[in-house]
């Protein structure tokens, strides 16, 4: 978040409308059910889909790899856009589990702000803080969400407490539970002193909303039982003592989360928490880049990509760049400079996301996400303008934490396997290192869970059946420096370097002690976990 101060000029109404956000969480804290009550609610879909759905019943429209389908897991980070009272949405969905961090990682470059789901038994998660830490290095602002109220949960300042300890941030309740597990019946809206009343029968019916004069309205006693309306005014009345006050300032500037308390799956608190994205969350941002930043209201089309998926239509073998517009309003049909190759594009059928559905965009202004279907020219950290050269700054790629060899089951395929893990290293589901000496590819990721998604997708989108056998390297470095160096350096260490799929040079490891020795070594070569994605 650059600066937000008030000699920024207003924002065109069409920009300033519009609302896009990261869900984060651990896994199974319930993000994608979170993800599916926005889209019932911005009336994208008529009936929420379940994760672990039985049967026929609905899937949920966000996990559609087959995988994502088997497992109940989102294995990579899906967009959507859909209108919500006058505000438009782009949600972009990331994937909870640790294995596929590196996705959300580089989603987080492209939203302006992130809605923190939290269990309500669990607290804080390890994946979360995580996750946190990146939106702090970014000073993405943080709305949160605590679920899964209606089950056995814990105390309610000591959920507060922990968010506030572990995550050094100020936490201002935005709505307060009433009961807790069984006795949940809803929550006191404390932004506009309405009670918000639970159905459990029906899932994906609205909440009943009664609104009261205040705390002290006898319509209350109406409601509530004796003994949870005692409970909870107390509660109320030492949060008011004792949690800071929603200031929007702090909010937007990274240094507040506003959190609000319900359960997704019973379709509860989900419009609560939508109202304050709307009411809390930003307008889009300036986006840093080279040589000089990028801001929305800018008349010339700016945007960059920050994801690749291919294969999302196993019929064609498309390939599917995910833009984040950074300025202007774009048409379709417009002509866009592809600044790394400095070609023209005629940008002729793009799309909008509803997960996998996808309808032509006639349109997309500041803050939208994209889909441009294309060939392979559309890499992770390129950028389109209307002819001037910017490069989109801090797109991390980080070293790969497990590598293996890949082998595929029929020698005389070795060509297609070659296409095949390129194709994964664009999309950046894998670092694909050739190395100079042997046969074969080494492939690296952060968690092993992607080693076997890789395999099935493999198998299942281009008809390969391969192996990922234990290697004898254990991590990987980028080598950057003085070409003499560089060069000195390789042609003494040719059984540890290899090239990833940009053709940069990589020096393989087994041992920590491989790495100290080069930098004593070598002085003037240098070894990096990360390289920013700009070409």
Request: proline share 5%; aromatic share 8%.
């Amino acid at each position: 978040m650059l600066d937000n101060a008030t000699n920024r000029p207003e924002l065109p109404p069409e920009i300033a409308r519009r609302r896009t956000f990261a869900i984060i969480s651990h896994p199974d804290a319930g993000k994608t059910t979170l993800t599916e009550k926005f889209l019932l609610y911005g009336g994208a879909i008529q009936m929420a889909g379940q994760v672990r759905a039985k049967g026929e019943a609905r899937r949920t429209r966000s996990d559609f790899m087959q995988m994502e389908k088997d497992r109940g897991i989102s294995v990579s980070a899906s967009a959507m856009s859909f209108d919500f009272n006058n505000f438009r949405f782009n949600l972009v969905d990331t994937p909870g589990h640790s294995d596929f961090s590196e996705d959300t990682y580089r989603t987080l470059t492209a939203v302006d702000a992130a809605v923190m789901v939290i269990d309500g038994a669990k607290g804080v998660e390890s994946q979360t803080q995580k996750l946190f830490e990146v939106c702090r290095l970014r000073d993405l602002p943080i709305l949160t969400f605590c679920n899964k109220m209606d089950r056995e949960s814990r105390d309610t300042f000591e959920i507060i407490d922990e968010i506030q300890e572990n995550l050094a941030i100020d936490v201002t309740p935005a709505s307060w539970p009433i009961g807790v597990g069984r006795d949940f019946m809803g929550c006191y809206d404390l932004l506009r002193d309405r009670l918000e009343l639970m159905d459990r029968a029906d899932r994906n019916k609205v909440a009943e909303s009664v609104e009261i004069n205040g705390l002290d309205d006898p319509k209350l006693a109406e409601h509530i039982p004796a003994e949870l309306l005692e409970k909870f005014l107390e509660e109320v009345e030492m949060a008011k003592e004792l949690l800071p006050k929603l200031d929007p300032q702090a909010v937007l500037e990274g240094h507040m989360t506003p959190i609000w308390f319900g359960s997704a799956i019973n379709s509860f608190g989900v419009q609560e928490l939508m109202h304050g994205i709307s009411n809390f969350g930003p307008e889009p941002q300036i986006q840093s880049a080279q040589p000089r930043n990028v801001a929305p209201e800018e008349k010339k089309v700016a945007g960059f990509v920050f994801k690749v998926q291919a294969n999302m239509d196993p019929k064609h073998r498309d390939r599917v760049a995910f833009v984040r517009m950074a300025s202007g309003h774009f048409k379709r049909g417009m002509k866009l400079t592809h600044v790394r190759t400095k070609k023209p594009m005629a940008i002729s059928n793009p799309v909008l996301f509803l997960a996998s559905d996808r309808e032509l965009a006639e349109e997309a202004w500041a803050g939208d996400i994209i889909g441009i279907p294309n060939h392979g020219q559309l890499r992770i950290g390129d950028t389109l303008t209307e002819g001037e050269a910017l490069r989109v700054s801090g797109i991390p790629s980080f070293a790969p934490e497990l590598l293996q060899t890949c082998r595929a089951g029929d020698p005389m395929k070795a060509k297609h396997l070659e296409k095949a893990l390129m194709q994964f290293a664009e999309e950046g589901a894998a670092k694909v290192f050739k190395p100079s000496f042997g046969s074969g590819f080494i492939v690296g990721v952060v968690g092993a869970l992607q080693f076997e998604v890789l395999a099935s997708r493999i198998e299942m989108e281009y008809g390969l059946p391969v192996r990922f056998e234990a290697s004898q390297f254990t991590s990987a470095r980028w080598v950057s420096g003085d070409k003499q160096a560089v060069d000195k350096f390789t042609e003494s260490n040719k059984q540890h370097i290899a090239n990833d799929h940009d053709g940069d040079i990589v020096y393989l490891t087994r041992l920590q002690w491989d790495i100290d020795r080069v930098g004593r070594d070598y002085p003037d070569v240098k070894l990096t976990a990360t390289k920013e994605m700009m070409v």
